[in-house]
């Protein structure tokens, strides 16, 4: 059974920092790539960032220079460090893994930024 956990999203003001995780489990984590996307009320789901197995990153550009995506393998867990948090930053996160077009998803955290 394929579980993706979230944890560490929450409220912070603009300009502060959140650090977000997610624990896999069921999958190879080793062979996924990695990704965080997010979604805001009323706006469709958005890449905000994906690692590849070898620790090749991507990054949306309204992220870029603020966000930072890693993975630890060994423990199979990937991490997306959010720094100069804006109000528009404001959405639930999801975790993905993707495997060869396959797509498994966690079940989201919150973030809210407030000015």
């Known amino acids: 059974q394929v579980q993706l956990v979230e944890s560490g999203g929450g409220e912070v003001q603009a300009g502060g920092s959140l650090r977000l995780s997610c624990a896999a489990s069921?999958?190879?984590?080793?062979?996924?790539?990695m990704g965080w996307y997010r979604q805001a009320p009323g706006k469709q789901r958005e890449l905000v960032a994906h690692?590849?197995?070898?620790?090749?990153?991507n990054y949306a550009d309204f992220v870029k220079g603020r966000f930072a995506i890693s993975r630890d393998n060994a423990k199979n867990t990937v991490y997306l460090q959010m720094n100069s948090l804006k109000p528009e930053d404001t959405a639930v996160y999801y975790c993905?893994?993707?495997?060869?077009?396959?797509?498994?998803w966690g079940q989201g955290t919150q973030v809210t930024v407030s000015s």
């Open positions: 993905v893994a993707n495997y060869q077009g396959s797509y498994r």
């Open positions: 069921g999958i190879i984590f080793s062979l996924n790539v």
């Open positions: 690692i590849t197995s070898t620790h090749m990153t």
